[in-house]
């Protein structure tokens, strides 16, 4: 279409024929090759008013062309007053000039505004305007395009920043809860007791970070079919907690679903803060209503979702008969750190967590709301296609994890959580190393006269990362295994196969628990 209106934006006027009929040759011509148009032409007289409309142009404005036969055009979609259209048409035949392609906003049948580009060309008739040209192109799948590009990028640059800081501020946590648990071991009850709010405390720390991550897109995903309904009624007993009693919550589960393949920790993740987003849109109480169900998307669904792909989905609905929003608001709300529950009613951070994480788990996302009538978040997700079943949705945690007696290198160039991993190996029974970076591992091994079982390496370090320093380490102890840990995982590859059978990945924040069970897990993996 475009190339159709740099054809018509060319400085050679269209003329009418000499023989002086009211559409000459030229214009009878023009008339029957953009019958057929993708982009919507129009031909008006000398006072602008219509003569005729392609069908494009009928189907862009709402109106037939009956209808708008000897309407001054230009002023009924509101492109220019009515007072001007003669005198801008006048105007251009003078100068010889089109009006070049540039944008605007035009109001058709339905009350809707459109934003489009035109050209307007005059048509001449012994130099004298005789009418002109109007075509249109609808601009609402580019300007689409265009916000999705800006809401890429805000993500891409809070991301960056929130990778930069995610690292450094889970290894803090995970000394807090680390020697939290440790504490709480040895204390009395009543202590014990406070220990606990300190560790809980920081524990919904890490949850922010894992906001963060989300929408950074450095957090590591584990991707396996799941069903949506099944994960739905995990989280049902903490999403009612949630919401409060002046709020009914209803369930509605299409069953025989599909299973999605999905990050299952994510998805409730997504699931939790639409939740809360809801509750908060309805402090007087209302309804909120999950729903899950098959559903197929058309061409036309597709055009304004160009994402997607036509075909099956399942999905996913939180709705509420909350406050609503307008269209302002919607236009925001995926944004990072955009709130409109004031200066203390929350981070911004949720539904840009949402629309990250829904992207990363191929799906998409569509928000329907009108002020005071509430809000309907729909995901789509497709289906992977495997009734395979969904693996365990419980987090790695065992407060009884086995102890041993092997050897553990620990290289952790932060000294407090250096100490704290190895406080807690060391107190079930294992004998540990410790390293503050690469080189001085590489040095510690080549002294040390046994057997180093495993070694536990952060993977962002000065000088030498847990990856290099692992395969220098590698090939003087190549039946040693590997555990990294990190605060993001955007270079590791969560499957294995890229670090291979002998090492694995543990990330941070995590407690001593999760801590001992994967390093025994590994010790006691086959090589």
Same mark, same amino acid.
């Given at each position: 279409?475009?190339?159709?209106?740099?054809?018509?934006?060319?400085?050679?006027?269209?003329?009418?024929?000499?023989?002086?009929?009211?559409?000459?040759?030229?214009?009878?011509?023009?008339?029957?090759?953009?019958?057929?148009?993708?982009?919507?032409?129009?031909?008006?007289?000398?006072?602008?008013?219509?003569?005729?409309?392609?069908? +494009?142009?009928?189907?862009?404005?709402?109106?037939?062309?009956?209808?708008?036969?000897?309407?001054?055009?230009?002023?009924?979609?509101?492109?220019?007053?009515?007072?001007?259209?003669?005198?801008?048409?006048?105007?251009?035949?003078?100068?010889?000039?089109? $009006?070049?392609?540039?944008?605007?906003?035009?109001? $058709?049948?339905?009350?809707?505004?459109?934003?489009?580009?035109?050209?307007?060309?005059?048509?001449?008739?012994?130099? +004298?305007?005789?009418?002109?040209?109007? /075509?249109?192109?609808?601009?609402?799948?580019?300007?689409?395009?265009?916000?999705?590009?800006?809401?890429?990028?805000?993500?891409?640059?809070?991301?960056?920043?929130?990778?930069? /800081?995610?690292?450094?501020?889970?290894?803090?946590?995970? $000394?807090?809860?680390?020697?939290?648990?440790?504490?709480?071991?040895?204390?009395?009850?009543?202590?014990?007791?406070?220990?606990?709010?300190?560790?809980?405390?920081?524990?919904?720390?890490?949850?922010?970070?894992?906001?963060?991550?989300?929408?950074?897109?450095?957090?590591?995903?584990?991707?396996?079919?799941?069903?949506?309904?099944?994960?739905?009624?995990?989280?049902?007993? /903490?999403?009612?907690?949630?919401?409060?009693?002046?709020?009914?919550?209803?369930?509605?589960?299409? +069953?025989?679903?599909?299973?999605?393949?999905?990050?299952?920790?994510?998805?409730?993740?997504?699931?939790?803060?639409?939740?809360?987003?809801?509750?908060?849109?309805?402090?007087?109480?209302?309804?909120?209503?999950?729903?899950?169900?098959?559903?197929?998307?058309?061409?036309?669904?597709?055009?304004?979702?160009?994402?997607?792909?036509?075909?099956?989905?399942?999905?996913?609905?939180?709705?509420?008969?909350?406050?609503?929003?307008?269209?302002?608001?919607? @236009?925001?709300?995926?944004?990072?750190?955009?709130?409109?529950?004031?200066?203390?009613?929350?981070?911004?951070?949720?539904?840009?967590?949402?629309?990250?994480?829904?992207? @990363?788990?191929?799906?998409?996302?569509?928000?329907?709301?009108?002020?005071?009538?509430?809000?309907?978040?729909?995901?789509?997700?497709?289906?992977?296609?495997?009734?395979?079943?969904?693996?365990?949705?419980?987090?790695?945690?065992?407060?009884?994890?086995?102890?041993?007696?092997?050897?553990?290198?620990?290289?952790?160039?932060?000294?407090?959580?250096?100490?704290?991993?190895?406080?807690?190996?060391?107190?079930?029974?294992?004998? $540990?190393?410790?390293?503050?970076?690469?080189?001085?591992?590489?040095?510690?091994?080549?002294?040390?006269?046994?057997?180093?079982?495993?070694?536990?390496?952060?993977?962002?370090?000065?000088?030498?990362?847990?990856?290099?320093?692992?395969?220098?380490?590698?090939?003087?102890?190549?039946?040693?295994?590997?555990?990294?840990?990190?605060?993001?995982?955007?270079?590791?590859?969560?499957?294995?196969?890229?670090?291979?059978?002998?090492?694995?990945?543990?990330?941070?924040?995590?407690?001593?628990?999760?801590?001992?069970?994967?390093?025994?897990?590994?010790?006691?993996?086959?090589?």
């Amino acid at each position: 279409m475009a190339s159709m209106l740099d054809l018509f934006a060319n400085d050679n006027e269209l003329s009418m024929d000499p023989s002086g009929h009211q559409l000459g040759a030229q214009y009878e011509a023009l008339r029957s090759a953009v019958c057929a148009l993708g982009a919507t032409v129009c031909t008006l007289d000398s006072r602008g008013r219509l003569q005729y409309v392609n069908a +494009s142009g009928e189907r862009l404005l709402g109106w037939r062309q009956e209808e708008l036969a000897g309407e001054d055009i230009l002023a009924r979609i509101g492109l220019i007053n009515r007072a001007n259209s003669s005198q801008l048409i006048r105007q251009i035949a003078r100068s010889g000039k089109t $009006v070049r392609p540039e944008a605007a906003v035009i109001r $058709v049948h339905n009350g809707q505004t459109i934003p489009i580009s035109y050209i307007l060309k005059p048509i001449l008739d012994d130099r +004298s305007p005789a009418g002109a040209i109007l /075509i249109l192109l609808d601009r609402r799948e580019q300007c689409q395009l265009e916000e999705q590009l800006r809401q890429a990028q805000k993500m891409e640059t809070v991301g960056q920043l929130a990778g930069g /800081i995610a690292h450094d501020f889970n290894n803090l946590l995970t $000394v807090i809860t680390g020697y939290g648990e440790l504490l709480r071991e040895v204390v009395n009850p009543v202590w014990a007791s406070q220990v606990g709010i300190i560790i809980e405390t920081a524990r919904r720390a890490a949850d922010l970070t894992q906001h963060l991550l989300a929408f950074s897109r450095r957090q590591g995903l584990k991707l396996q079919p799941i069903c949506l309904n099944k994960l739905v009624g995990q989280v049902d007993k /903490i999403l009612r907690r949630l919401i409060g009693e002046h709020i009914q919550f209803k369930n509605r589960l299409e +069953s025989g679903l599909p299973r999605i393949e999905a990050d299952p920790g994510q998805i409730e993740q997504v699931i939790l803060n639409l939740v809360i987003n809801a509750r908060d849109a309805m402090p007087e109480g209302g309804q909120l209503t999950i729903t899950t169900r098959s559903a197929q998307v058309d061409k036309f669904w597709v055009g304004r979702h160009s994402k997607m792909a036509p075909g099956q989905y399942v999905s996913l609905e939180v709705a509420d008969t909350g406050l609503g929003m307008d269209e302002a608001t919607q @236009q925001r709300i995926f944004e990072p750190f955009f709130t409109t529950k004031g200066k203390n009613g929350g981070t911004g951070l949720g539904l840009a967590t949402v629309y990250s994480i829904v992207n @990363q788990n191929n799906g998409s996302i569509q928000v329907v709301s009108q002020p005071g009538q509430g809000t309907c978040f729909r995901i789509y997700f497709p289906p992977c296609g495997t009734d395979a079943p969904s693996a365990r949705l419980t987090s790695l945690e065992s407060d009884s994890a086995q102890g041993g007696s092997e050897t553990i290198l620990v290289v952790e160039d932060l000294g407090e959580l250096r100490h704290m991993i190895q406080a807690v190996l060391e107190s079930k029974g294992y004998e $540990v190393l410790t390293a503050a970076n690469g080189v001085d591992a590489l040095k510690l091994a080549h002294a040390h006269k046994g057997t180093i079982n495993l070694m536990l390496t952060d993977m962002v370090m000065p000088e030498m990362g847990g990856l290099e320093l692992s395969e220098h380490f590698l090939d003087r102890h190549p039946e040693t295994k590997i555990l990294y840990i990190s605060g993001y995982t955007d270079t590791v590859d969560l499957d294995g196969s890229s670090l291979g059978v002998q090492r694995d990945f543990l990330q941070k924040p995590f407690n001593p628990a999760n801590l001992t069970q994967k390093v025994r897990q590994l010790l006691d993996s086959r090589l």
